[in-house]
């Protein structure tokens, strides 16, 4: 496996950093991998790595390198409460420029699929709605999806949601489940964050669960 940082520039100009993780074959197609409110830290940077185990390229643009270029953090209290503090200045139409750009970039590389997690959820699933060129999204404990969910993907989409997260009320899963009746919605037994074994809320079972689901979906969509 190779892992590097490199620079995409987004439709208006603006150019902002990369990790990429490859694997040592040729690759079965592409993963962006869609970052929490930490960054494009050590953990978001291992999922590319996982990704690229299994031969997919993965890379994950640094989303908030238009408000605080580098930002990386962990998840201690402090950290939690200055992504939420970046994120009252985030701009979300600049954010999708910046994820198409690494989708085009990743084209290269075979079919394109996405997957995030907490804000990383969300814009997975609003990259889903709003490219018809992904072959797959999967996204996790996205709270604005249910935001979302009059619109149906335009790929195979499957959302996880944990039955004790306590930043997004189960009531949203249930919303989404409701208009979206085609798309998958898992919920686990497990809080907000279950699939970081960095955070607290870690949940080995429910983070495997939902990853191998992840994997048989990318492989269906990418084969």
């Known amino acids: 496996m190779k892992t590097e940082w490199t620079d995409i520039t987004a439709s208006d100009g603006k150019t902002i950093k990369m990790y990429i993780a490859r694997p040592d074959d040729k690759p079965k197609g592409a993963v962006v991998v869609l970052q929490e409110i930490f960054g494009v830290n050590a953990h978001i940077r291992s999922v590319c790595d996982r990704l690229a185990a299994e031969g997919y390229v993965a ?73 018809n060129d992904l072959a797959a999204a999967s996204c996790y404990y996205g709270g604005q999806i249910s935001d979302m969910a009059d619109t149906a993907p335009n790929c195979p989409t499957i959302i996880h949601f944990g039955e004790t997260d306590q930043s997004i009320p ?54």
């Open 170 to 223: 189960i009531e949203k899963a249930e919303i989404v489940k409701t208009k979206r009746p085609e798309v998958p919605v898992y919920i686990y037994p497990a809080g907000h964050g279950f699939n970081c074994d960095a955070r607290g809320a870690y949940e080995p079972q429910s983070a495997k669960i939902a990853w191998d689901r992840t994997l048989k979906l990318f492989a269906d969509a990418m084969a």
């Open 59 to 131: 890379g994950a643009p640094a989303l908030f390198d238009r408000v605080s270029p580098g930002y990386e953090r962990g998840y201690e209290p402090n950290d939690v409460q200055e992504g939420i503090g970046l994120m009252k200045t985030f701009d979300f139409a600049a954010c999708m420029m910046d994820i198409f750009a690494a989708i085009d970039l990743l084209k290269a590389d075979g079919k394109v699929s996405v997957v995030g997690f907490c804000l990383g959820g969300s814009l997975a699933y609003r990259s889903a709605i709003t490219r």
